[in-house]
């Protein structure tokens, strides 16, 4: 039995309303830093080249 507190996903998951793009962008401010309450974004992108 799972905790309830504890739930998995198969995905990562960002809550609905947020714009990627504007949202990740966004710098920590230094005292969020202090806090604790900042994460590190990491963006992959593929390319694939048809030539």
Known sequence: MKNKKHIE???P???TGID???E???KAT???V??????TVVRLS???DER
């Open 9 to 11: 996903h198969d995905e």
């Open 34 to 39: 202090k806090k604790g309450e900042s994460t």
């Open 20 to 22: 990627d793009d504007e």
């Open 24 to 26: 990740l962008s966004q």
């Open 46 to 48: 593929w390319d694939e």
């Open 13 to 15: 998951t960002i809550a």
């Open 30 to 32: 230094e005292e969020d």
